[in-house]
């Protein structure tokens, strides 16, 4: 997030030229939503994998609510990144003024 959010200025000149700040949006979705929600897809099915030996005898810990709630959670917190990372990109590009000499 942080990583992205020092890049929001230098998208600034880019939505200056599109006329809009979707491109912020776009720019966080890739960063900073995809992801992580790829990473809580990842995350439920190696942690899967991992327990499928413990629990090939039939009692199973890992219920498929388990993993929805998992997923879901991971998912919450990446649209909530995604929104407060765009937000923020676009506060910092209307603050954004062009300097010349540099």
Do not use: D
Not at 31 to 36: D, E, Q, R, T, V
């Amino acid at each position: 997030m942080s990583e992205f959010l020092r890049n929001g200025r230098a998208l600034a000149p880019v939505a200056g030229l599109a006329g809009n700040h979707r491109v912020h949006w776009s720019t966080a979705a890739v960063g900073i939503l995809a992801p992580l929600t790829l990473a809580g897809v990842a995350g439920c099915t190696i942690g899967v994998w991992l327990a499928f030996p413990k629990t090939s005898g039939g009692a199973s810990y890992i219920t498929g609510g388990l993993l929805a709630g998992c997923a879901a959670a991971v998912t919450v917190v990446g649209l909530v990144a995604w929104v407060w990372g765009a937000a923020v990109s676009v506060r910092q590009a209307a603050r954004w003024r062009p300097r010349g000499g540099e």
